[in-house]
Structure formats: C-alpha cells, structure tokens
C-alpha cells in the first residue's frame, strides 16, 4: 500500500486553494489515498496545518455526488466514509471494490481565517478494479541490431492508467500519441490499445534492459531485453 501510496502521490495529486492576504502564504497539502480492490482503511494528512476545518462536500461522478452524506466531522457515501480524528488527520475507510475502477474527491474548509485567509482544499480518493490491465507480451527480446516490437493492451477501461518506465508515468489515457525518447531506446503510445518500442543498435558490448510498467491500479509490466552481441 505504501508504495502505491508513493506513486499516486506523484501522478495524482490533490488539489488546493486560498485567498493569501499578502501573497506569501502556501496553502497546507493534503495527501491523497490509493486503495487495492478489497477495501481497507488508511488516513490523509494534512502537511501545514488546518485548524478547525470541517467537510464541506464530496463528489463521486455520480450525479453530482448527492448519495453522498456530508456532516461537518464525517463523509458518508455509498462504498466510502471518511471522518475527521483531529486537525490533521482523516479516517477513510474504503469497501470491497468489485466493479471498474472508482473515484472520489472530497473538499474540506477552516472555520475561520487566518494570516493567510480561509483555507480550503480537496483530496482523492482511489480504488482499483479487481480486473487490471493485460498486455499481450510480458517480455521483448532484441539482438544488438535492435529492432521494433509491438504490444497490446486489453481491459484497460481505467481513466487514471499511468504508463511509464524508470519512475517516469505518463498519463495512458490522455494526450496521446504519446512519445518517449531514450539513449538507446524509444517508446510510441500510439492509443489506448497499442504501444511500439524501437531499440537501436547495441555497441556498448554489454547486455541492457528496461522494464515499462503501468500504474497505479495495474501491475502488468513488460521487460525489454537487448542482447550485447
């Protein structure tokens, strides 16, 4: 969890605004949560401070989010709740997911105003579904020549899909045609269903390899492997 935590942290990040009185002011972070399809439970924290806030609304897609049952102290909504436990910290308990891949996005905001003006802000909520990404290949093999291989994805029906390699996600489902451009290496997401991989030729003399991966909700990945010689 805390690993998938990391990396929805980089490619998801939560959202927040202020009115700052004399511009000088950061608006405190709130992080944002990525649960596995059974469900659990797992807390958001605020990094900078809000001081008697309370739940000011919650959004699911879902018509506005109006299942959604907002008090001041606790959110509840049809397969999440999530309650405040001090002025830092926020319970979210998520249900068993047996769907598609589901979000939501709940706003918070201070009582009162501070030096740098009320405070409001909003984090994400992540579950994935039990199905993930397939690809048609789960290793390439390139002589030193290199070359050009292809492979396909199926059940890819998930809005927040990364691709990306090395630490490095791009969003799979937007601005594509997509191209990643290496050393000795490039990549062409072409759409939601196709991806190229170009290798050029080996004259290090040694053997090299690169793992592209999807994320956050898939844990489908394809090693690429080029021979030295």
């Known amino acids: 969890m805390k690993r998938l935590f990391l990396i929805f942290c980089l490619v998801v990040l939560c959202s927040c605004n202020q009115e700052p009185i004399d511009g000088t002011c950061d608006p405190p972070a709130i992080s944002g949560l990525l649960f596995h399809p059974q469900g659990g439970i797992d807390t958001a924290t605020s990094y900078g401070g809000y001081y008697y806030f309370y739940f000011s609304g919650a959004f699911t897609g879902v018509e506005s989010g109006e ?7 606790k959110v509840e909504c049809p397969w999440f ?52 990404i397939k690809v048609s290949k789960e290793e390439l093999l390139f002589s030193a020549e290199g070359g050009i291989d292809s ?52 004259e290090t003399g040694e053997e090299r390899y690169l793992i592209a991966k999807f994320k956050p909700c898939a844990s489908s990945e394809v090693k690429i492997t080029q021979s030295a010689e």
Do not use: M
């Open 67 to 73: 299942l959604c049952e907002v008090k001041p102290e």
């Open 151 to 202: 492979i396909t994805v199926s059940n890819n029906n998930s809005f927040q899909s990364y691709f990306g390699y090395d630490g490095l996600y791009i969003p799979y489902s937007f601005h594509l045609p997509y191209v990643i451009e290496s050393s000795w290496f490039t990549i062409r997401v072409l759409d939601r269903e196709k991806i190229i991989f170009s290798i050029s030729k080996n």
């Open 81 to 132: 709740s999530a309650v405040k436990t001090n002025d830092s910290k926020i319970l979210v308990s998520v249900k068993q997911n047996d769907t598609e891949i589901r979000s939501a996005t709940v706003n918070i905001k201070e009582n009162s105003e501070g030096e740098c003006g009320k405070y409001s802000a909003s984090f994400k909520i992540i579950q994935c579904s039990p199905d993930s």
